[in-house]
RNA sequence: GCCCCCGUAGCUCAGGGGAUAGAGCGGUGGCCUCCGGAGCCAUAGGCGCAGGUUCGAAUCCUGCCGGGGGCACCA
């Protein structure tokens, strides 16, 4: 019996007093189930007659009794009661609790994914740095949480494609070929420059790995320096990313957006749609046809094709490539893009409610010794994703930073998460996670192979045992909201309170025989519970890109 | 000036209209003769302010106060 059983019921139960006459409403379709939160409540409860007590035109504590009249005949419910102003609370027999255990068992890695998402088509951009530098912390935060947004809308059966924007044309490609070209000569970089120290090292590797380089004539040289230090930085940041457990399948060159021809569909394509004019000598998007509040420059008055047009063409092309929605994970920085972006889509002839959409993740700060640290990408002093990982691992790295909604800022203490401690919840959920596997190992050692045993779900009956079993049977509810709302700290959250329903039930519930005691159903009945326990850890993490030790 | 985000416990943060607002760290006091104490239990401590909508508001709306970010024929 899990909350979905519930809301079937419900929503039965409700049909039914409808045909008879009783009740005259529509059967909502959103039934919300609550795990109670006090035990006199039972196990769940629900508003429902609150809520439709106004629709009805009856008392809510008169539709509450009509539906408890209902439900108390369904099986698998032992009881359920008219509560305060008009709360169902309803309580579940622990058979019908138990059976939870085995099906989340059986289901594996299936458990917890669905169908709410099918059909529909994401390609999800995230981090599209600059190929100038290595990545940073701003960075960081996308890197984990754009993966785990792909992750979880596939959990619900979205198709998800993962792309990365490299922005490797225009005047910030120059002058960071510059910078490393004149660090190559011994040279002070240019105040416009990158001032970082990777500079001095790409100039070194670059010296050394292209004999006679310096020698080349000025323009030629600082083509070769750019096109060489691009090169090699894109490379970096790859293998961080893969480091990282984030894995993208499009890399997509600016550079190419215009030689393929893209730009040039795009534009076209625009002016279909009836958007583009000509002022001043330059060519614009009204924009501000759909929402913006000014028209945005395509092609300056030089002849020089804005950054705009790129990400106009860019749109364009993700639709054309099939993708029914383009999702844009952008900084803080970039909260001004949204509603030019938006009316993009609409230029384009598409639905900006549908077509596109923007995430906008506030930045993050960090503090070491109390004091923050700076993240500029050109002060040389900045953290990059790799001293994260170096610092506390991938696993510290991605779960503290999915652990947070994205839209409010976010200050890590690098002190603190330098820590391998307790200190951070990462280590509490894949904690719980090893001393499941170690029970489940302890019992294959004892020779008990509870698979293969009777499992009696009516023994699960303990307090702490329907706690458990209530926490797991949210997991798919929770996952669902997660794809939906695009907001996958919600699975990091729920793993925590799975980890201390775990624990509880651990520290009241024996597992293994002791001593020379004989197996009982009991010890098999709580096995499964365990294993079932270690499979919904096991799944979120997954979600996350967060491994589950099997020893810590 | 206009736009976006945030304001919840000493600190870092959860809480998509529901009953007694949660977690980690930090305080205080307990729990190891057998399954992992990286754990559990108890206790102290909080919704920036003022209105409004609602049977019900931390949650939705308005205003104010405080903090962060953004305005371009830059990328």
Known sequence: ?????????????????????????????????????????????????????????????????????????????????????????????????????????????????????????????FISANPTGPLHLGHT???????????????????????????????????????????????????????????????????????????????????????????????????????????????????????????????????????????????????TDHGDDKDRVLIKSDGEMTYFASDTAYYVDKRVRGFTTALYLLGADHHGYVQRLKAVAACAGDDPDVNIEILIGQLVKITQGGAEVRLSKRSGTMVTLEDLVDEVGVDAARYSLIRYPVDSPLTLDLDLLVQRSNDNPVYYVQYAHARISSVLRNAAELGIDWREQDFQAGLLDHEREGELLRVLGEYPATVATAAELREPHRVPRYLEQVATAYHRFYDTCRVLPRGDEGISAQHVARLWLCAATRQVIANGLALSGVSAPERM
């Open 1 to 125: 019996m899990t909350p979905e059983d519930l809301a079937v019921a419900v929503r039965a139960a409700l049909a039914g007093l409808v045909s008879s006459g009783e009740l005259a409403i529509d059967v909502p379709d959103e039934i919300v189930i609550e795990r109670a939160k006090v035990k006199e409540h039972g196990d769940y409860a629900t508003p429902v007659a609150l809520t439709l007590a106004k629709a009805a035109g009856q008392p809510p504590r008169q539709i509450a009794q009509m539906l408890a009249d209902q439900l108390a005949t369904t099986a698998g419910i032992t009881r359920v009661d008219v509560a305060g102003p008009g709360f169902l609370n309803i309580t579940v027999a622990a058979d019908a609790l138990g059976a939870l255990a085995h099906s989340i068992v059986t289901a594996g890695p299936a458990y917890g994914t669905s169908q709410t998402l099918t059909g529909q088509n994401f390609n999800i951009e």
């Open 141 to 287: 935060r996308w890197a984990a949480v754009g993966d785990a947004i792909a992750r979880v809308l596939a959990a619900a059966g979205a198709d998800v494609a993962r792309e990365f924007y490299i922005n490797d044309r225009g005047v910030q490609m120059d002058r960071f070929g510059a910078s490393v070209m004149a660090a190559a000569h011994g040279r002070p970089v240019p105040e416009d420059g990158y001032h970082g120290g990777y500079i001095l090292d790409l100039a070194a590797d670059i010296v050394a790995e292209v004999p006679g380089i310096r020698e080349l004539p000025e323009g030629e040289q600082l083509e070769a320096f750019r096109e060489e230090a691009y090169r090699r930085q894109l490379a970096q940041q790859q293998r961080v990313l893969d480091i990282f457990g984030t894995h993208f399948d499009v890399w997509y060159s600016e550079r190419s957006l215009h030689s393929s021809g893209a730009v040039d569909r795009g534009m076209e394509t625009l002016r279909e749609h009836g958007h583009v004019f000509e002022e001043d000598d330059a060519v614009w998007l009204r924009t």
